[in-house]
């Protein structure tokens, strides 16, 4: 079986004991193609006892109940009903899975290349009760690119794992392809409306900023690479396939707020129109460079973070304030400077932001031209990826629900400027994943 080597970071060590050899220690990306058949994705669909979370992906709640992405693999259901001692009920195995939706009480998943959908209203017996096959024809995950071929029935997609070894070199030649000596090369590879949970038995659920699936009206809408694919689910347990719309390339993200979309990609955040649900239409575009870019809405504001890394491949790292007031014009208020920005939730006035290996940020955002001077605090030693601020509960409390690669968070933000943590529930895997 071939490998594919991608190296992230080539910090050089030097032995001053020696002029003509030095050691290099490296870790990086390890690539191993992976096939499989559509018969096996599709028979391997199943409820199986609760487990561990090993690589958590994308949040979702609704009423009480959350569901973590477990990446490629399937979907952890857990009763937080109490968020200081949530519970594992069970784990949906689907394979190829990165987004979540829930309206009323059926659940939908991508699975590669088909559309599931459980029913949930039994959480101690969810049962699947419908596909739609071949409609997700390739697909990207945080390891890379997947594709299917519906001729052949043949998914081909990458497993990816992380390797640190040392080698020996020779001083007067550089060991780092194409950078001198210590200098880091990055090679990228292909790959919250506010809510109040007191309101339970709320038709949809509550998805993270990272979502690229979103529930409006009678659609469920699906984004990938470059098109947004719509499904009638007016009958939640019977999705349909409905209308495709082609967009441009690099897209990542999708957020429904009010009668329009805010779809972030690559190169800039694209808004459309949902005034007629069936047929989205584009009403203008914030261009910025080539970063990831997912983005949040309130009123007349978006909040937009770019970062760079992973398949984005850009180098800025910022929060943008985007006003909104004239939805055909979106015009910057004023960028940011951040560390390396992944997810953000808004319950105005308060900002959270997820700085990936950097923690967890909480500003007051009411003064949209002075938010730096205003952030509230800056919670380190935790990898955060996307958050979902769920605003009061009926216990008085104000839950913020936060994944990484380290686990999954939830913090009271009753007090904003020192957030309480309420539970965690940790992974089980190796600590440089």
């Not at 939908?108 to 559309?115: E, K």
């Not at 060991?175 to 949809?204: C, E, H, I, M, Y």
Request: proline share 6%; charged share 20%; hydrophobic share 35%.
């Amino acid at each position: 079986m071939k490998r594919l080597y991608v190296f992230l970071v080539l910090p050089l060590l030097w032995l001053t004991s020696c002029t003509d050899k030095c050691e290099e220690t490296r870790t990086f990306r390890r690539y191993t193609p992976v096939s499989l058949t559509a018969y096996q994705v599709r028979q391997n669909v199943r409820t199986e006892g609760a487990r561990a979370l090993v690589k958590p992906g994308k949040i979702y709640t609704k009423d009480g109940f959350l569901f973590i992405n477990e990446l490629k693999e399937g979907i952890h259901v857990i009763d937080n009903r109490n968020p200081s001692a949530p519970k594992s009920i069970a784990f949906l195995r689907v394979p190829g899975n990165g987004d979540i939706a829930v309206r009323n009480s059926i659940l939908y998943a991508d699975s590669y290349m088909d559309l599931v959908a459980f029913d949930i209203s039994d959480v101690n017996d969810i049962k699947l009760v419908k596909r739609v096959d071949g409609v997700f024809p390739s697909g990207i995950f945080e390891g890379g690119y997947w594709s299917y071929n519906g001729q052949s029935g043949i998914i081909n997609d990458q497993n990816v794992d992380y390797v640190t070894e040392t080698i020996s070199t020779n001083c007067e030649e550089s060991p780092t392809p194409g950078g001198g000596w210590g200098r880091p090369f990055l090679l990228s590879f292909a790959q919250t409306a506010n809510f109040d949970a007191s309101k339970v038995n709320t038709t949809n659920g509550v998805a993270g900023s990272m979502a690229r699936f979103a529930l409006y009206d009678k659609y469920l809408y699906a984004v990938n690479n470059s098109e947004m694919r719509l499904f009638n689910v007016q009958n939640p347990a019977d999705p349909k396939v409905g209308n495709k719309i082609q967009m441009s390339w690099g897209i990542e993200t999708i957020f429904p707020y009010r009668d329009k979309l805010f779809i972030g990609s690559q190169t800039g955040m694209h808004i459309y129109d949902n005034a007629n649900p069936e047929k989205p239409v584009q009403l203008s575009t914030f261009q910025h460079a080539r970063v990831c870019d997912p983005v949040v809405v309130h009123e007349n504001t978006a909040y937009v973070t770019l970062r760079s890394g992973s398949t984005c491949q850009g180098f800025t790292n910022q929060l943008d304030v985007v006003d909104i007031s004239n939805i055909t014009s979106p015009r910057l208020l004023k960028s940011y400077p951040m560390r390396n920005p992944h997810g953000l939730g808004v319950d105005y006035p308060n900002l959270f932001i997820c700085e990936g290996a950097y923690g967890l940020k909480s500003f007051n955002a009411s003064d949209m031209l002075n938010i730096d001077k205003n952030q509230l605090q800056h919670i380190e030693g935790m990898d955060a990826y996307d958050v979902i601020p769920l605003g009061s509960s009926s216990a008085g409390n104000k839950t913020l629900l936060m994944i990484g690669k380290d686990g999954f968070y939830q913090f009271d933000y009753q007090n904003p400027r020192q957030l309480r943590l309420l539970s965690k529930i940790p992974v089980s895997r190796p600590s440089y994943y």
